[in-house]
């Protein structure tokens, strides 16, 4: 930590009071003690007539106060890879530990309302539906310039049946 006779200049003063602003916004100090810590940091010569303001509240402080206590610890590196690069550059890199993807919720949208779209009316409208709107107007052309491109949207609402689909977002269609 610097030196409480370090004198600071006003870039640090706006820092420190832009930082009681956010502490003032979260409700940790009154508008009282705001508008008095605010005066006292405007009005702050030296680094330890600052210090005392942030004395009682939690991070964040001001950057020059020096760097906070790191809340996660450190690793230390492995070093066989390390080894192994300098002996091979063209090993393959070290496996990553397998970390679970979560998973993609359900759309609002039903396949089976999708599926049934389809079917019915073979213009595109369940694509519509699903917010997939190029695909439906592609369904749509199709089956206006074509007489045989109404089988497309007649297959494409079979296959929302059985397998499902996915809207304009990706997520899967709900059962």
Request: proline residues 13%; contains cysteine; glycine residues 10%.
């Amino acid at each position: 930590m610097e030196s409480d006779e370090l004198r600071i200049g006003t870039a640090e003063r706006e820092e420190a009071a832009r930082l009681l602003a956010d502490h003032f916004g979260m409700g940790r100090i009154t508008p009282d003690e705001y508008e008095t810590r605010v005066t006292d940091a405007y009005a702050a010569a030296t680094l330890g007539a600052l210090r005392p303001l942030f004395r009682d509240l939690p991070q964040p402080h001001p950057g020059f106060f020096g760097s906070p206590p790191t809340p996660m610890p450190t690793y230390a590196q492995p070093t066989t890879q390390l080894l192994v690069y300098a002996l091979d550059p063209y090993a393959p890199p070290a496996p990553v530990p397998y970390a679970p993807s979560m998973p993609m919720p359900y759309s609002h949208r039903s396949k089976t309302v999708a599926g049934v779209l389809q079917i019915v009316l073979p213009f595109g409208v369940g694509r519509f539906y699903t917010g997939q709107t190029g695909l439906g107007v592609l369904q749509l052309f199709a089956t206006l310039c074509t007489g045989v491109g109404v089988l497309w949207p007649i297959i494409d609402g079979i296959v929302l049946l059985v397998n499902g689909g996915s809207d304009a977002e990706g997520r899967p269609l709900r059962p």
